[in-house]
């Protein structure tokens, strides 16, 4: 079974600086997507960013980019220029193919992050 | 935002009652899922839908059944609740490509007494 693991339980750093969160994942497929969801006080499950397998390009978002390292199964979040709205629950998840083509999410166990002003 | 509601947003019930909880989308996705959220667990998929009548288990099935009678609706089931079944429950909905991202509804809290 697919695991998704993070080893930073909690983060904390100061406005405008640079951040990155870690992700591990351990799985035996080729194709597959990689996403960071973000989950603000307010509970709402906010999409960040996503990467597929099969793309060696590591995507960016205006501040959000990720390091994809697909041999280390390695996928971290670096967020530059931190804001005090990026202050959330941040979610590393896996997404595998289904059954009838449904993509089912592993999460990992989540890190929360705050940014000080 | 994707639309997506869930209803209640929040509930409280007693063990051993049946709880029905809804999702709504207004997309027509394809796809939907039940997902819960537990301390220290993140998101866990319960059970998910590929189309009307066709649903299969997640990881953490136990205790729930569901059921999509049609495109906009995916009802999830808690025959008899427990205190473990307390949590935040997601829905979320994905589009027909597997390239398609997953949003999320607004949650429901629900605290099995």
């Known amino acids: 079974a697919q695991t998704v693991t993070q080893s930073q339980p909690e983060m904390s750093v100061q406005e405008a600086e640079t951040v990155t969160l870690s992700c591990t994942y351990d799985?035996?497929?080729?194709?597959?997507?990689l996403f960071w969801y973000k989950q603000p006080p307010s509970r709402q499950m906010i999409l960040v960013i996503r990467q597929e397998a099969y793309k060696q390009q590591n995507a960016t978002e205006n501040r959000f980019s990720v390091n994809f390292q697909k041999a280390a199964k390695s996928f971290s979040l670096k967020i530059s220029d931190s804001q005090l709205g990026d202050t959330a629950m941040y979610f590393c998840a896996f997404g595998q193919v289904a059954g009838g083509g449904a993509q089912k999410l592993v999460f990992g166990q989540g890190t929360r992050l705050t940014i000080n002003p | 935002d994707a639309g997506i509601t869930q209803s209640p947003r929040h509930k409280v019930t007693e063990t051993g009652t049946p709880v029905t909880l809804r999702c709504h989308q207004t997309?027509?996705?394809?796809?939907m899922y039940w997902y819960r959220q537990d301390p220290g667990h993140g998101l866990r998929l319960i059970h998910y839908s590929y189309g009307v009548k066709d649903t299969d288990k997640g990881e953490v099935s136990d205790g729930y059944s569901v059921s999509r009678s049609k495109t906009e609706d995916f009802l999830l089931t808690l025959e008899s609740a427990t205190s473990s079944q307390t949590s935040v429950y997601f829905c979320?909905?994905?589009?027909?490509?597997?390239?398609?991202?997953?949003?999320f509804g607004p949650g429901t809290r629900l605290l099995v007494l």
């Open positions: 799985t035996s497929e080729n194709n597959y997507y």
């Open positions: 979320a909905i994905r589009g027909d490509s597997f390239q398609e991202t997953q949003y």
């Open positions: 997309e027509n996705h394809r796809y």
